[in-house]
């Protein structure tokens, strides 16, 4: 078996493999400061909980876009599970080619997303993350990385609508009955969804547009994908565990 962990904005995300079925996932919070022994204690506690032992796993690999807490992080799993974890950078194989104007601007869980989508449902595809930002990246048919769009999530625009404006609440994100709101949470909750369809809508339409895929598939994941997933017609496919299938792949590309 092996461990694989994205390390969000949010949360961090585990997933543990047996081979290519993916047996169980938990996650911890990523903005609590934590010391490497704090971090094994913890995974280590999860693993127990979740019935994987140690000595079962063979291996870990890690995406993060969080570059302040990887060196307690790679610490603890060097500690405590006793091997050094896979690190998605530079130098490592992932089977696609990034041809942007500077590769290594691109988040390794873009790469990872990229990854995935291209070895499960082949090219061209546009990978959807809905997370701390809604990310669009662009893969083609032959499997470069070609393109990313980047906007603000719908948390985001949900946080800053309650922080900087003195009369409107804290909501929670879901659609509202209809877009015709007629009082202030169901308009806010009208404003955050529909926009964020309407956005996905017409940037995968100007995506097909732009770069002559009329053909191209689909895929979203992340946190809210599937509220957003539901109705955006131009979503073919949602995968919610399409990040960590795809550090499960590059780990395979990478195992010695």
Known sequence: MILVIDVGNTNITFGVYREKELMTTFRMTTRMERTSDEYGMSIMELLRINNVSRED??????????????????GSITRYLGTPPII??????????????NPR????????DAVAAYEIYGGPVLVIDFGTATTYDLVTEDGCFAAGIT??????????LWEHTAK???VEIKKPKSI?????????????????IGQTEYIVGQVKKE????????????GLDRLISEE?????????????????IIYEKNRK
């Open 57 to 74: 796993l063979e291996g870990t690999i890690i995406a993060s876009v969080v570059p302040n807490i990887m060196h307690a992080l790679i």
């Open 180 to 196: 015709l709101a007629q009082e202030t949470i169901s308009s806010m909750q009208a404003g955050l969804v529909y926009g964020q």
């Open 151 to 160: 906007a603000p999530g719908i948390r985001i625009s949900a946080k800053a």
């Open 168 to 170: 409107l609440p804290e």
């Open 88 to 101: 998605v950078g530079p130098g490592v194989k992932t089977g696609i080619k990034i041809v942007t104007e």
């Open 211 to 222: 770069s002559g895929y009329k053909n191209l598939k689909t895929i979203a994941t992340g």
């Open 232 to 248: 955006a017609e131009s979503i073919d496919i949602y995968n919610s565990t399409l990040t960590l299938d795809g550090l499960r």
């Open 105 to 112: 601007e691109i988040g390794p869980d873009r790469i990872v």
